[in-house]
């Protein structure tokens, strides 16, 4: 009988394209798991009886979660490695999907959402801290940019997803969909994913220690800049995301088509822009590009608001709305990547902390955007403009304090 045994170590910090896949494909679990039962909300409420509006309580139960799951999953897998934190993370995800799929009661419903984030938060830091591990500079933002393509994109079409798996059953389909998408990362680990933290780099773990950690992180200029470009990067997309079904359906009275069309479009924008800017690392330093796609986003938000607030961007004008929107999208694959791995250049020894710190920043300040949207007065683009620019305006103050910082230097290893 053949004894299994986990995967090498790569050879020279080297990533395969099935490994950038795999890595891929996990870190997509949290957006998956986020927004893919957005369109099944009215039926949550109903069979879980929880009341009218119930359904956003869930989300946040999430949310809480992965706040709570991120801080602790950087200290873990300082401590023990990146690959069995990365497992027991995915099977508690697995386990408490199973459990949404299956309870009557609303109170274990929020439970086991609760449950699942904490759990499902090692795909969102971990994989990020992989990466630091192997790679740094110009590659680190090669692979970045692979990664980020796909945690980008699944925000945008889980919706979509859901809204498929609707036509063909009921809303706990979606949460068994999760329970195999889990399943399938944790084989693809165990198959071919090594530990890319060795034994002698890891962190003594300790309450008082990880929280000197975490004070050290967030005192060093570098990685506060630049975690929070890619917070401020997170923010724009959750601003068009959480204003999206009012925005579309409401206002530009797009059909459920043309809505999935434009979500498709978007999509592709962002792809594009992580590709090209995985590309052009090698050509350009990663401050230039992402200053570039800032100031692009900068003026094409302003230009967004103008237009908003005159009427002219929104119902008599659809595919200008829609053109403005996919330009500020296409700017984010440019600025998210090159802002993420500029932020884990001092923190190399501790990338699973700072991973989980930057995580953190994003989907606490990130989904603020969705309170700012919804105080905002509807039946116009105005509050996607708004909101977005909010974001952009973010990212620019952010990298001012950047340019303050020490600079990093440009090596490709």
Known sequence: MTRFSPPKALPGGSFTPWLIVLLGLVTAIGPLATDMYLPAFP????????????????????????????????????????????????AIFVLASAGCALVQDYHLFCLCRFIGAVGGSASAVIPRAIVRDVATGKKGARIMSQLTLVFGVMPVLAPSLGSIVLKFGNWRWIFWVGVFYGLAGIVG??????????????????????????????????????????TFSTFVMFAYLGSAPVLFEQVLHFSAGQFGLFFG????????????????????AMPVLLESALLWALVVGALFVVLA?????????????CALI??????????????????????????????????????????????LVGLLPGGSAIPTAIGMMTGILGMAVADLMRRRAPAIGTEDD
């Open 43 to 90: 039926e949550v409420e109903r069979d879980l009886a929880g009341g009218p509006g119930s359904a956003q309580f869930t989300l946040g139960a999430w949310f809480l979660g992965l706040a709570i799951g991120q801080f602790s999953q950087g200290p873990l897998s300082d401590r023990f490695g990146r690959r069995a934190p990365l497992v027991i993370g995915l």
């Open 189 to 230: 680990i165990l198959l071919s994913l090594p530990d890319t933290l060795v034994p002698e780099r890891r962190i003594a773990f300790s309450p008082v220690r990880i929280a000197s950690r975490y004070i050290l992180i967030l005192k060093e200029p570098v990685f506060l800049s630049n975690a929070l470009l890619a």
């Open 265 to 284: 479009i978007n999509a592709a924008a962002f792809i594009l822009g992580t590709q090209i800017n995985g590309r052009l690392v090698h050509k350009f």
């Open 309 to 321: 607030l005159t009427g002219i961007a929104g119902e008599h004008h659809p595919i200008l709305t």
């Open 326 to 371: 996919t330009s500020i999208t296409g700017a984010l694959g440019f600025i998210g990547p090159n802002a993420t791995v500029m932020s884990f250049y001092h923190h190399g020894q501790h990338a699973g902390s700072a991973s989980a710190m930057l995580g953190t920043m994003q989907f606490s300040i990130g989904s603020l955007s969705s309170v």
